[in-house]
C-alpha cells in the first residue's frame, strides 16, 4: 500500500513540479507523471537516508515537489545535450 501511495502523490507531485519549474518542458503526462513519482520516491529514500523519515514513512508533498523539481532539471539538461549532437 505504501508504494500505492507514492504513486498517486507521484503523480500529483509531477504536475505541481511542471507547473513551477520555469521554461518549456517538451514532454508528455506520462513522462511528467513518471518524473513526479521518481521525485517522490527520490525524497523518501533520501529523507530517510538524513534520518528525516522512518522506513514506512512517506515523504513529504514539499519534500516530493522538491526531488520532482530536481529531477525535471536534471532530466532538462539531458535532453538539452542530446539535441545539441
Known amino acids: 500500500m505504501e508504494i500505492i501511495g507514492t504513486i498517486v502523490v507521484g503523480f500529483?507531485?509531477?504536475l505541481i513540479a511542471r507547473a513551477i519549474k520555469p521554461g518549456n518542458d517538451r514532454m508528455g503526462i506520462i513522462?511528467?507523471?513518471l518524473v513526479g513519482i521518481a521525485g517522490a520516491f527520490l525524497a523518501r529514500y533520501a529523507g530517510q537516508a538524513m534520518n528525516l523519515y522512518t522506513a514506512n514513512e512517506p515523504?513529504?508533498?514539499i519534500?516530493?515537489?522538491i526531488?520532482?523539481?530536481v529531477?525535471?532539471?536534471i532530466v532538462a539538461m539531458?535532453?538539452?545535450r542530446s539535441r545539441v549532437r
Open 12 to 14: 500529483i507531485v509531477g
Open 31 to 33: 513522462m511528467t507523471t
Open 59 to 61: 515523504a513529504g508533498w
Open 63 to 65: 519534500a516530493s515537489v
Open 67 to 69: 526531488g520532482a523539481v
Open 71 to 73: 529531477l525535471l532539471f
Open 78 to 80: 539531458v535532453r538539452g
